[in-house]
């Protein structure tokens, strides 16, 4: 697939590292898309929705209403994860500086897609600036979630499997990502990018 004017934006933290070997495949420059998943008060595992790093809140209404969740929880859940990711700004990029998307081919990965509400969070947060195209992009998805994010963007998926139960059974070590390790991703991009100007 040719895409014109791509730039790559990881969801943290797998989809960094995901976001920094695509964006060198596609040699273009990469960033991060924050968007965390707002936590069940049954369960911190299961996803009830998501909140971006612009306040753009998601949720999965029929799982809320199912298990009971009330509006003062997810308004605290909400807040929290918001300034949680105030704080993640802070300390992967260099500046509250954000990137220049008008015009562009966005690119947003991820090391997999389970629920979709992070991604569609980071889709619906990408729609109200005036890009060239949305794409969602990531190694394996389940198919719901792909059914989901076809509304939104262009899904490009590796494996659609017909069974998943979490992203983790499809990775042979999925062992968290160490913040030093996304950090030192994004800025040695700096190098890449002098490359393919000048070389």
């Known amino acids: 697939m040719d ?5 790559v934006l ?9 976001a920094h070997y695509a964006a060198y495949v596609l040699k273009c420059p990469w960033d991060f898309i924050f968007t965390h998943k707002l936590r069940s008060p049954m369960d911190p595992e299961l996803s009830i929705g998501a909140v971006t790093q612009d ?5 999965d209404h029929t799982l809320i209403y199912s ?32 990137p220049v998307l008008n015009g562009k081919n966005i690119i947003v990965v991820d090391d997999g897609i389970a629920t979709g509400y992070t991604a569609r969070a980071a889709l619906m947060s990408l729609s109200r600036h005036d890009v060239r195209g949305l794409y969602m992009a990531a190694p394996v998805a389940s198919k719901d979630a792909v059914e989901q994010l076809k509304k939104l963007s262009t899904v490009i998926i590796l494996q659609i499997p017909e069974v998943f139960y979490s992203v983790s059974q499809f990775y042979r070590d999925f062992s968290d990502v160490r913040e030093d390790e996304i950090i030192n991703l994004y800025r040695s991009q700096a190098f890449f990018l002098i490359r393919i100007l000048f070389v």
């Open 67 to 98: 298990i009971g969740v009330n509006e003062k929880y997810l308004e605290e859940e909400a807040s929290e994860e918001y300034n949680m990711m105030k704080e993640y700004i802070k300390k992967y990029r260099d500046s509250n500086t954000q």
């Open 10 to 18: 990881g969801i943290p933290r797998g989809g960094a590292v995901v």
């Open 3 to 7: 895409i014109e004017k791509p730039f």
């Open 55 to 59: 306040g753009c809140v998601t949720l």
